[in-house]
C-alpha cells in the first residue's frame, strides 16, 4: 500500500459502511418472491382439490336427481300401460298386466287404485295397502300424473306415489322406488358423504342422511356443497362433503407440489442473483464496490479564460471496475442518493482527493478543488465533521476547497441546510450551486443561503452560438449573479464562440470539453503541469482568491 493512502477495507470506512437498508429491502423482496411458490403449494392445491371435488360431488348429485327422473319416468310408463291393457279395474288382467309390469320395470313396488277419498278398492296385489302420505301432491309438469311421497310398511325407505285420475271418482297409483342407485350403494363419493337429502322441490324430504345443517347452510364453509334438480320432475338431490377430508387424501400430491415448489423457488433466487449480477444491478453491488475502493474520482479542469491557465479542478466520480470498464455516474448517483449511500461514498471519495491533489495543493495555493455534495449531506449535518477528519492537518487547506450542492433537487429543510453551510463556511470552506438556473431557487434565495459561487449550467452555454449574438438568458444570469456579488463558473464549454462570448461577458471561470473532459488522476496532472501558473501568477478573481 502506498504511503498516506487511505485503506478502505481497513481503519476508516468500515464502521461507516453499513449495509443499506434499500439492497436489503430488495434482496429480501427477492427472496420472499422467490419462496412464494412453497408458500402457494398449500393454497393451490386447497383450489384445485375444491375445484375438483366439487365437480365430482356435482356429478353424483346430477346422476341421483336423473335416476329419479328415470324411474318416475319408468313408473309413469307402467302405470299408463296397465291401465291402457286393463277394461276394469281391479280385474284379473289388471293383476296380470301388473304382473307382467313387474318383470319390466323392477323399480315397481305397487299398484293402488282407490276413490278421491283414499278409500281403496283394491291394489295389485289384492289387500288393501297401509300407507302413510309424506307429502303434497305436485303436478309433473307436461303429464296428467302427479307425484307425491309415501312411507309404506315393510319398505324402510319412502316411495314416490305416481298418480292417474281415472274417470271423475277414482285414482290409480303406481309407487316407485325413489333413488334406486342408492340402494344400490353404487354412488360415487357415497362413503365420503356427511349430507345428503333427496327431496321434492316443494321441501317435502323423501330421503335424508348425516347432518342436515349442512343443507341450512349453518356449517357450509367447511364442506363442498352441490345442489341438482331433476328438471322433468319436481324433485332435487343436494349433498356435501367434508373438505378436510377430501383434502387429507391428496397428501402426496402436497409432498410431490411442495418439493417442485421449492427447487422452482431456489431456481428463481438464483437466476435473480445471477441476472442482478449481470445486469449489473446497482443494488447489488455498489456498496461492494465502495468498499472495494472501486469508486475513483476522476478531474476536470476549471480553467481561467483570460490567462488560459487552470485554477482548480471538479472532482466528478466513476466507477471503476476490476475488468477497467469505467460506469459514469448517471447510472448509480440516483441509487446512491436514495440508499443513504452516497454519505460513504462522498467520503471515500474525498479521501482519495485528499492523497491525489496533497501536493499540487501544496505547491499552488490559489489551486481550487470542487467536490459535488447530496441533498442528504445537508440534512445529515455530518459532512462537517467528514470534510474535517479527511482535511483537517492536511496539505489541502480549507480555503482550497469548494462544495457544490445542485439546483435541481430543492433543499427540503432549509434550516439545516443553513446550520451545515453556516458550519462550513466557519471552517473556510465555499459554497457552489451547480447547475444554477434549471432548479427552482431565484439568486436571492441563494444570497441568502450563503452560496459564494454559481456554476453556470451547460443548457445556458449550449444557447451561445456566436461570440457576438447577446443571450439574454445567460446575460441575465451573469448579471444577478454580479449584482450579488456571487462568482460564476461556466460548466459544458465546448466552443471557441462560447468562451469568447463569456469572456467578453466578464466571465473568468471555465470547464468543458473545450478544455478537457473528466480525466483520471495521472492525465490531469499531466495536463496540470502544462497549464498551472507560474507561483508568481496569481490566477484568480479577488472573489475566487479568498
Ligand atoms: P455536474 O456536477 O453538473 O457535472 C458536470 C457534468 O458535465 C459531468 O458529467 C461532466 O463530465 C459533464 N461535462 C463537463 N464538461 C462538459 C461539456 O463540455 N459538455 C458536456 N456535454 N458535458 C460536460 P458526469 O461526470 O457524467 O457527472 C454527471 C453528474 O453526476 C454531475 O453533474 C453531478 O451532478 C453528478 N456527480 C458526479 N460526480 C459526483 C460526486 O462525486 N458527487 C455528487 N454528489 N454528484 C456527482
Ligand atoms: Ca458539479
Ligand atoms: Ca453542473
Redesign the pocket.
Known sequence: MLPGRVEFEGSILPGIFLRSRFSQIVLLVVALLAFLPVVAVDHVIDGYVMARETTALQTTVDAITHDSQLTVHEGIQSLRRILANSPSLCAATFVDNFNSELQSNPFLRQVIVQNSDGVQYCSAFGHAVQYRVLSENLTIPGHTETLSVVAIDGIETPLLKITQAFGRERTVSALVLASPMLMRNDVPLLGQISYLQVALTSGSSILLRGDERIGQGAVRDDYIFARSFAGEIPLKAEAGVSFSQVRSGYSPLDIGFTVAACFMGGLILVLAIQYARKADIVAFDLERAIIAGEMK??Y?PVINLRTGKLIGC?????WVKKNGEVI???VF?DY??MSGL?IP??LS?MEQVRYDLEDICREVPDFKVS????EG?FRDGSIVEDIQSVFEGSGISYRQLVF?I?E?RPLDDRNAANRVMTAMHKLGVRIAM??AGTGHSNLAYLQTLGIDII?I??IF??MIRDANQPVPVVDALISMAKDLDIDIIA????TQEQALYLRSKNVVFA????FA??LKLSSFLVLASALRPSSRESNLEPGLAA
Open positions: 474520482p476522476y476536470q471538479e472532482v466528478l466520480i466513476r459514469p455516474p448517471g448517483i446512491a442518493e452516497a461514498m462522498t471519495l467536490i459535488n455534495l447530496f449531506h457544490e445542485t435541481r451547480d447547475d456554476k449550467d451547460k452555454v449550449e460548466e459544458g464549454v465546448e470547464q468543458g470539453y473545450l473532459p473528466p
